[in-house]
């Protein structure tokens, strides 16, 4: 599987929308980019994952560049609970079986 | 609501001891994963199943081995338990829907502390 390299730490305003970079410069063709958070003290959860068309579903939305080498997890409106580690994977899916190599992720911190 | 449960959420086990980490999940899902985390090291990936008794070694198998008997039931043993597999234990499942969304669903963890 594709590495990919987030930045270490970001913060947000509760109200605003947080938008949170993900490079993966190496994506093979076959390989989706999924988003999965991790809420202090609970299992990792679902965001979203793309090919290589933008997607929107009722927690975020997933912007991924032309060329698949780089993807933007944007928040619309993020909330205090939105506090979390943002995880960016790339995986064959399904061809992988499912697997998912997590890196260090993003601390996004949203503040009053 | 869809479920992967975890037999404990906190575990306390001496060195040398035989350790069995239990996950069931209720969605009917072929894949099965158990990743362990540790601060600075993030999630990896342990051992994880595509189907009834089938298993494959992830990125850290040493010192662990898994069983699946049955396809909603996926369980983690340390052999011998050693200090240095003091972490959190996380399983996960995941379906083939057919449009490349794997969404894996993770269970609330183990804290295992070996003494």
Same mark, same amino acid.
């Given at each position: 599987d594709a590495k990919t390299t987030q930045p270490p730490s970001m913060d947000c305003a509760e109200g605003r929308a947080a938008n949170l970079p993900c490079n993966h410069s190496t994506i093979s063709g076959n390989e989706y980019v999924y988003w999965y958070r991790q809420i202090h003290s609970q299992g990792p959860q679902y965001i979203i994952h793309g090919l290589k068309n933008n997607e929107t579903n009722e927690m975020a939305s997933l912007i991924i560049t032309e060329d698949r080498k780089s993807s933007t997890l944007i928040l619309p409106h993020a909330t205090l609970r939105d506090t979390a580690v943002y995880y960016c994977i790339v995986s064959a899916g399904g061809t992988s079986y499912g697997k998912l190599t997590f890196g260090q992720g993003t601390i996004l911190t949203v503040h009053p | &609501? #869809? +479920?992967?449960?975890?037999?404990? $959420?906190?575990?306390? +086990?001496?060195?040398?001891? +035989? #350790?069995? @980490?239990?996950? #069931?999940? &209720? /969605? &009917?899902?072929?894949? /099965?994963?158990?990743? $362990?985390? &540790?601060?600075? @090291?993030?999630? $990896? @990936?342990i051992y994880f199943s595509y189907d009834v008794k089938m298993k494959e070694k992830g990125d850290i198998p040493e010192g662990y081995s898994v069983s699946r008997e049955k396809k909603e039931r996926f369980s983690l043993i340390l052999e011998s338990a050693s200090t240095n597999q003091t972490s959190m234990y996380l399983c996960a499942s995941s379906s083939y829907p057919g449009d490349g969304n794997t969404e894996a669903f993770f269970g609330q963890g183990t804290r295992l502390t070996v003494v």
């Open positions: - | &609501d #869809v +479920k992967v449960t975890q037999s404990s $959420r906190y575990l306390v +086990k001496r060195t040398g001891e +035989k #350790v069995f @980490l239990e996950c #069931v999940q &209720d /969605m &009917d899902h072929e894949n /099965m994963f158990w990743y $362990r985390q &540790d601060p600075g @090291l993030g999630l $990896r @990936l």
